[in-house]
């Protein structure tokens, strides 16, 4: 006869399923919290900005958005100077857990080359997703007598040097102004200020004459007559001001734009940063702001985190070689 086959007693059958419900819920315990209840607090949005600028602008708009979307308050805290570095730096001595967020723009790729001493890398930080590309323009004073890019050149050859404000040290502006010096052969010299908003009122008062800055910031300015607009730093005219020339139209292949993106400390979760991702391009769906984009003369993007990761790489060698081969560095 063959052996009976072996039964389990009760005492086993309750360890087994003892066992299994110990190791399903293990399982859960350990997932992130965040990817089942996240956020369950206020997230915080640094800005790195001062009040007033397109960023900050913009930034706070999609805080709005997203304070109806997720249930939490989404706070905006203003930390402008160092073309974007105390903000970065801030952000990424953060806690890993998505509830502190980096809205910056390009400047915070190219700190890193421009100061060795910034206290933060690209490895620091995990792109969320490109908001929106920007335009920049140069404008100057009503009172500088140039109407267009050839005459200011011209002005600036003779007076030995023209004075021309940014939005920072590094920022895509400064370094646009330094691009120009290049190929235009000219001896600008360069004026931070800690954002656009006292960018703005620098060169409607007169402290400079020139002002590089995103359309965004400068539009109704010009149309005011308050400033005067000169030629757009990208590859084709304004959808906002579509008269104006572009840089490249003097000086081939010229071309520098400002993206506005959202970053977190290195570590965070995935299943968070694509909750982020997906409630910040959300965000561009809203009248409000897709209406300030094309007044700005943006484009709207909201992509992934792996495509704005390939962006933030591709910008940093870009921009690294522009700082090496310009000289350009921290004051």
Known sequence: MGKKPHMLNHSTIVKAATLSVFLMLASV??????????????????????????NDILGRMVARRMTEALGQSVIVDNRGGAGGSLAAEFVARSAADGYTLLNATNSVVVNPSLNPEVSYTLKDLVPVTE???????????????????????????????????STGIGSLNHLTGVLLNNVAGINNVHIPY??????????????????????????PYIRSGRM???????????????????????????ETNIWHGYFVPAGTPPAVVAILQREI?????????????????????????????????KDAEKYGKLVKSSGAKAE
């Open 131 to 165: 908001f929106a590309n920007f335009p920049l323009i140069i404008t100057v004073n009503p009172s500088v007598p140039a109407n267009n890019l050839q005459e200011l050149v011209a002005l600036a050859k003779k007076r030995g040097g023209l004075s021309y404000g």
């Open 281 to 313: 391009a959300k965000a561009l769906a809203s009248p409000e702001i897709r209406d300030a984009l094309v007044n700005g003369g943006a484009e709207a993007v909201g992509d992934t985190s792996a495509d704005f990761t390939a962006i933030v790489g």
């Open 228 to 254: 005067r607009a000169i030629a757009v730093t990208s590859s084709k005219p304004s959808l906002t001001l579509p008269g104006v020339p572009t840089v490249a139209s003097v000086y081939p292949g010229f």
């Open 29 to 54: 315990l350990s997932r992130p919290a965040h990817s089942q209840d996240y956020p369950k607090k206020p997230i915080r949005m640094i800005v790195a900005a001062a009040p007033g600028g397109a």
């Open 194 to 219: 800690k954002g656009a908003g006292p960018l703005t009122n620098a060169i409607v008062a007169g402290e400079v004459q020139i002002g590089i800055t995103t359309v965004f910031s400068a539009a």
